[in-house]
Every structure is written in C-alpha cells, then in structure tokens.
T-cell receptor, first 113, second 111 residues
Framework: DAGVIQSPRHEVTEMGQEVTLRCKPI?????LFWYRQTMMRGLELLIY????????DSGMPEDRFSAKMPNASFSTLKIQPSEPRDSAVYFC???????????FGPGTRLTVT | TQLLEQSPQFLSIQEGENLTVYCNSS?????LQWYRQEPGEGPVLLVT?????EVKKLKRLTFQFGDARKDSSLHITAAQPGDTGLYLC???????????FGRGTSLIVHP
C-alpha cells in the first residue's frame, strides 16, 4: 500500500509568492496532521484534522498560513504571502483513530528567497 | 520552552560502540513514542511505551519509560552505520493522543 504522499518534494520560491503544499493521506486514516521542522524549533504541529474537519489550528504561525481538507484523500497547506522565515521542511502525517502511531510523508523542503 | 528535552543533541561514535540517549520532561505523559528519521525522509515510529517502568526491546535497541512517566531512554548496543539518523521522542499528555515532539538527537555511526 502507498504511504502518505506529499508534493512537491522541493519548492523554491521568492518572498511574497503564494506556496501550496499537497498531501494525500493513507487510505482509511481519519486523522491528518501538518508539521513544520526546522533546526531551531524541531518538529512543530501546525494543524490537524479529524474526518476532514480542522480540530486544532493553534500551531499555525499567523494568518498567512491556511490549511484545507476538502475530502478524505486530499489536504493542502497554503502560505500567502511567503517569507524567508517560512523556509523549513513541511511534513504531513496521518493515522487511524485514537492511536499513537502516526505515518509521516517524505516532506516538502520549502526555500523562500 | 521545550516540553520534551532530548540529550545529547549530537552524537558521533564508531561502529560497535554502545550509546544511550535521553528524553526528559517535567510533565507526565500517558504514552511516549520514539521515532527515527533518516535524511530526506519523514520520521518512522520505532516503539510506544505506556506503562511507568516499562522496558521494550527491538533487536539492539532498548527503550525504557521512567517510573513516573516523565522521561525515557533509548540504548543502542553495538551501533551500526545503519543506525545513523535523527532520534525523536514524542509524548502525549494524559488523555490525549496528540503528541509533542522533542528536538531530537542526531546520531552518526562511523564504519
């Protein structure tokens, strides 16, 4: 079975541009998580969904960040406008039910110049 | 302030050596997970511990959950180059299934 799929794997953009990151969770998983990883702050939870509904977005840095999950097999994380401090690796993870095991995608490395 | 403190931050050793990495907190957790992350990949779950004092073994890796469920350790026996990676601990506060991650220990094992 395919794991969590993320696209693109790498994104380089200029400050002020809109960036959209995409995630396809594992089929049958009802929880989806977006994380950001940097050397300074480690792995931070941005937002998570349950059954396509956003449950906790308290980790979203500011209004420039938004996330959607229009259906059970697709989610996006959008940054508009992007800034150099948004440069990081963004991970999507999914899991089934109230379990401890999350399955991570390979990540999107974002560089904003 | 980091809820979970991992130490050491970096570790560089020779193949065959033993090592221990630590995950400490002032908070009590209902469970604690250890993940390994290889360069360019996402974290992969190694183990979950849920009972204070619990010890779990995974081949050459031994995981221990503190009696008070505030800390954990990972011991690797006879490290191999394939053990190289970032080791992350993650803890879920009581009643929650949403973990918080530590910053990790970056391990390099030289052949």
């Amino acid at each position: 079975d395919a794991g969590v799929i993320q696209s693109p794997r790498h994104e380089v953009t200029e400050m002020g541009q809109e960036v959209t990151l995409r995630c396809k969770p594992i089929s049958g998983h009802d929880y989806l998580f977006w994380y950001r990883q940097t050397m300074m702050r480690g792995l931070e939870l941005l937002i998570y969904f349950n059954n396509n509904v956003p449950i906790d977005d308290s980790g979203m840095p500011e209004d420039r960040f938004s996330a959607k999950m229009p259906n059970a097999s697709f989610s996006t994380l959008k940054i508009q406008p992007s800034e150099p401090r948004d440069s990081a690796v963004y991970f999507c993870a999914s899991r089934q039910g109230q379990s401890y095991e999350q399955y991570f995608g390979p990540g999107t490395r974002l560089t904003v110049t | 302030t980091q809820l979970l403190e991992q130490s050491p931050q970096f570790l560089s050793i020779q193949e065959g050596e033993n090592l221990t990495v630590y995950c400490n907190s002032s908070s009590v957790f209902s469970s604690l997970q250890w993940y390994r992350q290889e360069p360019g990949e996402g974290p992969v779950l190694l183990v979950t511990v849920v009972t204070g004092g619990e010890v779990k073994k995974l081949k050459r890796l031994t995981f221990q959950f503190g009696d008070a469920r505030k800390d954990s350790s990972l011991h690797i026996t006879a490290a191999q180059p394939g053990d190289t990676g970032l080791y992350l601990c993650a803890g879920a506060p009581g009643g929650s299934y949403i973990p918080t991650f530590g910053r990790g220990t970056s391990l390099i094992v030289h052949p």
